[in-house]
């Protein structure tokens, strides 16, 4: 009985789509076994991201089979390596950018190719916000957005997972940076993390204050985390062939085509699920550089043990203003 209890982990389990409350914190799930290029990771901590709450409620394009584990950021010590692994050994601190068995766990699986050496640097919490955040600021800012030195970029909800690592990546390449928050404390968080201007978009008029500093030229670059909500004002705040790179949407909107032609402006959607795997090990590149020149820094936001994962998930959606990233420990 013993041996067989240690093989055991707890894990959260989706049996159906729907509200918060189909995640099921089970406590009798097999620890999954590394098989050839992967490795079992013993979980710290897992980042919690939107995208997980559409997922678990069926409305995203990508279903996972029934019944599933979410999560794909994770960062803690590797318990074990499949087959022909050479990078990684038992003990090795680690974080991942996805997981095969599901984050929400004990343990989790995970593709030798989408797993990190975690730097010293950072604590676990910290490694549980990597990998979406900046994977995705980066791939919205340079390899979508074609962000260069010099440009400005506004960032909205930029006290976020993803808002803080693209204030941080826009900073450390020369870019002007601008970012919204919805609290004073937010605002604090984007000015602290490289942003040269914060503003409050729960201001009726943060808007004109926004045209205001950018005078008559406009941002370059929109780094959009609620579309569904902005892309008609954002089309308003371009420069002469700015572009809104859509990272984030929760919803249908109206604008008008009209507002593109007049500064020959782009509207980009971005998703990291297409990046080729050339185009993530450029992601991890500039990430790992990142750590490793001292400005890549988490913002850590709500902490929630697993028990409490259907919190988490009401919380995400409905917060009152993001502050870091979420994570579960």
């Known amino acids: 009985a013993m041996a067989a209890a240690r093989n055991m982990m707890r894990a959260v389990r989706v049996f159906e789509f729907g509200g918060p409350e189909v995640l099921k914190l089970q406590t009798d799930v097999s620890i999954p076994v590394p098989k050839e290029n992967q490795v079992l990771v013993k979980v710290r901590a897992c980042g919690v991201n939107p995208v997980e709450t559409y997922i678990r409620s069926g409305s995203y394009a990508r279903k ?12 803690g010590v590797i318990e074990s390596v499949g087959e022909h692994v050479t990078a990684f050994k038992k003990g090795d601190r680690v974080f991942t950018i996805g997981t095969l068995s599901g984050g929400y766990a004990d ?24 990998g979406i955040p900046y994977f995705t600021a980066y791939r919205a800012l340079f390899q979508k957005g074609h962000a260069k030195a010099g440009e400005s970029v506004l960032i909205h909800g930029a006290s976020g997972g993803v808002g803080i690592a693209a204030c941080q990546l826009a900073r450390a390449r020369g870019l002007k940076v601008l970012g919204t928050a919805g609290t004073a404390e937010g605002m604090d968080t984007v000015l602290r993390s490289g942003a040269h201007q914060a503003f409050n978009h729960r201001e009726a008029n943060y808007v004109e204050k926004i045209k205001e500093y950018t005078g008559t030229k406009g941002v370059d670059i929109i780094i959009e985390m609620l579309s569904n909500v902005n892309l008609a004002t954002d089309l308003h705040l371009l420069a002469y062939g700015g572009r809104v790179m859509v990272v984030g ?6 604008i008008n085509p009209r507002d593109t032609m007049s500064k ?7 998703s990291l699920f297409l990046a080729t795997e050339e185009e993530r090990n450029e992601c991890a590149a500039a990430v790992l550089d990142g750590i ?3 400005w ?8 929630y043990p697993l028990e409490n994962v259907v919190k988490a998930h009401e919380d995400i959606i409905h917060g009152s203003g993001a502050r870091g990233k979420m994570v579960l420990l």
Do not use: H, M, W
């Open 249 to 254: 949407c929760r919803g249908s909107i109206e």
């Open 296 to 303: 890549l820094k988490p913002g850590i936001g709500s902490e």
């Open 292 to 294: 490793e020149a001292g």
């Open 64 to 75: 996972p089979a029934l019944p599933y584990t979410p999560g794909s950021d994770v960062a």
């Open 264 to 270: 020959e402006s782009s509207i980009i959607g971005v």
């Open 107 to 130: 343990y989790t699986v995970a593709a030798v190719n989408s797993v990190f050496p975690l730097s010293d640097k950072l604590d676990f919490k910290q490694g549980a916000a990597i």
